[in-house]
């Protein structure tokens, strides 16, 4: 594992938001995150929320959504490392806090926590010393607290893509998986449940929209993979005219 396994995402964006218009999974994992947390978190009084890994904060909000917190309940810190990306989850989310948003590139945010709830949603992949991430966001839980997390592991279809490609170039994945946090949870002695969560990815068959998730998942590796190899990963997905794959990830649900 890379210990600086950055990924670019302002390149592929337009890659990405094809991924989501055609993915089930954020709508899967907002669902099993509300039921993962019933019963976990007070009913009434302010919730102290962070979210690691926030992005432009659609993900957030959806989650708010499905959660139906009032503003009032909902004290919010948001980090994420490009300041762009994290000033839009800023303004996005501005109007779902009752206090003034705490926002920072790293961890810790200054003037924030502790948390009574931590969610990392598809963040981990690309986080350098995971170990010590991992370690600070438990660390920074109130007692009782909850930190929810997904991540793809190695028997997710996607993940399957990562694996041949970067074995076509002779070298391991360079992102982490789930079973790196799974790992690194045990190594913590965090008490932890895990679960899989459905999901799939169904979109038109073509050249084209297959390039489209392999730019998506390969970023700057890509111009160095076989691009025929890489187009037929996509073959045993097909059907009648159109790329079907189901898969699943990972959730951790590590309580204080």
């Known amino acids: 594992m890379s210990e600086n396994p950055a990924k670019d995402f302002g ?27 019933r019963g976990r978190l007070p009913t009434t009084g302010v919730v102290r929320m962070l979210d690691f890994g926030c992005g432009t904060g659609t993900f957030t909000e959806r989650f ?15 980090v994420e490392p490009v300041d762009a990306v994290r000033r839009q989850a800023v303004e ?24 009574d709830l931590i969610l990392a949603n598809h963040v981990f ?13 438990i660390g ?4 009782g607290g909850t930190f929810v997390t997904a991540i793809a592991g190695r028997s997710n279809a996607l993940i399957e893509f990562w694996i041949a490609a970067f074995g076509e170039l002779g070298r391991e994945v360079p ?13 913590l002695g965090a008490s932890y449940a895990k679960r899989s969560v459905a999901y799939e990815l169904v979109f038109e068959d073509s050249e084209a929209n297959r390039m489209r ?17 890489l ?15 189901r898969t699943a990830s990972e959730h951790y649900v590590v309580g204080k």
């Open 140 to 143: 920074s839980l109130v007692a």
């Open 11 to 37: 390149a592929i964006a337009d890659d990405y938001s094809f991924f989501e218009r055609h993915a089930t999974e954020a709508r899967e994992d907002v669902r099993a995150y509300a039921e993962e947390l």
């Open 231 to 245: 187009v037929g990963l996509f073959d045993r997905y097909a059907c009648d005219g159109q790329i079907e794959i």
């Open 213 to 229: 998730i392999l730019r998506f998942l390969l970023a700057d590796y890509l111009p160095l993979l076989p691009r025929e190899f």
């Open 125 to 137: 992949y690309y986080v350098p010393n995971l170990r010590a991430e991992l370690a600070k966001l």
């Open 175 to 187: 992102y982490h998986v789930a079973e790196d946090v799974e790992g690194a949870l045990q190594e």
């Open 92 to 115: 996005r989310l501005a109007s779902r806090s009752g206090t003034p948003i705490v926002e920072s590139a790293t961890l810790p945010a200054e003037g924030a926590g502790p948390f």
């Open 64 to 78: 708010l959504d499905e959660l139906g917190w009032a503003p009032e309940r909902v004290a919010l810190t948001l």
